[in-house]
């Protein structure tokens, strides 16, 4: 029976807004799925923090504070929890969530029912958007950012995740391939990225059409949301506004990220014939990536606009490439 399993809540904090904080734990603590733990992980908030944090899960024993006396960042600090959370034999599934939004009473019943009737090893939900004072800004944020997550494979999650963390349960069979997280090296690579890269490669995704968390949008948000993200006129629109700057900094961080999934699955990866779309090893003018720019608008993916960007890049990094061959063997010859 569903009832019998017991679900590990991660939580993640850092000196947080006590107000959103306080209502993020009541909506956890009105749960109608009741068997669960919830591990708060304190990222060296400021004392005062720590001693609210405390008083507000006080006398609820399913609450445990872990304090740290080092800054980990979120994405680090999520994978601190998740050790924590396969300490307990016992738990079957892991839920994530942040220290600012709300959850609906039947987020994890609806999640886990989900979970074990469709055969996933990780489900996730559509989100509401709500403001600093509660109010609802979009219904869905799948719509609103044109996600469409039923068409993801490894490839496009590779290219764009659609999985929000807070939205997520999945099962703790994964946690021997997510575990341990790359080291970060770049400061767009998320927590979620990669657990939804390990669920996709492991198992099946499930999805529910369903907002079963109020997401919070404010100033302080570590990710935001963007309208239609990852279609064409919206990068065009993003680069416009930057003055047509161009960095590079997008491709590096695909083709860092990707680098370290393919070496974690290396031999499984190997065995389908999968090729990186992202890799610079080949001199390829991103042949791959513009694939993968059809396969997305082919499946209603929608983020061509953000594979095109990185094809750009990756144009541009081949060229210089050759530039470089170029005046080596001209030095050479003089």
């Not at 006080?58 to 872990?66: G, M, S, T, V």
């Not at 090893?121 to 944020?141: A, C, F, K, P, R």
């Not at 999805?207 to 006129?233: C, E, S, W």
């Amino acid at each position: 029976m569903l009832v019998t399993q017991k679900i590990a809540i991660v939580l993640a904090t850092y000196n947080p807004n006590l107000e959103y904080f306080q209502k993020q734990i009541e909506s956890i603590k009105n749960q109608t799925y009741k068997n669960w733990v919830c591990h708060i992980i304190d990222d060296c908030s400021q004392m005062e923090y720590q001693i609210a944090i405390q008083k507000v899960i006080a006398e609820d024993l399913r609450f445990i504070c872990h304090f740290h006396n080092n800054n980990l960042n979120h994405y680090h600090n999520f994978e601190r929890g998740l050790k924590y959370a396969i300490q307990d034999s016992e738990i079957t599934a892991i839920a994530l969530a942040d220290q600012d939004d709300i959850w609906y009473p039947k987020k994890l019943s609806v999640s886990l029912e989900k979970l074990r009737s469709e055969k996933a090893v990780l489900v996730h939900s559509d989100l509401e958007m709500i403001d600093s004072n509660d109010q609802i800004i979009n219904y869905s944020t799948w719509k609103f950012e044109a996600r469409k997550p039923e068409k993801l494979s490894t490839d496009l999650l590779l290219l764009r995740n659609v999985v929000t963390g807070c939205s997520v349960l999945f099962c703790t069979s994964l946690i021997k391939d997510v575990l341990p997280f790359p080291p970060q090296k770049r400061i767009h690579w998320y927590h979620d990225w990669w657990i939804a890269l390990i669920a996709a490669q492991k198992g099946k995704i499930a999805h529910i059409h369903q907002p079963l968390v109020m997401y919070r949008i404010h100033g302080l948000n570590n990710v935001g949301v963007t309208q239609d993200a990852g279609k064409f006129y919206r990068e065009l629109l993003a680069w416009i506004s930057k003055k047509f700057k161009i960095t590079g900094n997008s491709y590096l961080v695909h083709r860092d990220f990707s680098k370290l999934f393919y070496k974690r699955f290396q031999q499984e990866l190997d065995n389908v014939n999968w090729s990186n779309p992202f890799d610079d090893k080949n001199l390829d003018f991103g042949f791959k990536i513009l694939k993968l720019c059809y396969k997305s608008l082919l499946s209603g993916y929608n983020s061509e606009g953000i594979a095109l960007r990185i094809w750009v890049l990756k144009v541009l990094l081949d060229l210089q490439k050759i530039r470089s061959l170029f005046f080596k063997n001209n030095n050479k010859h003089e």
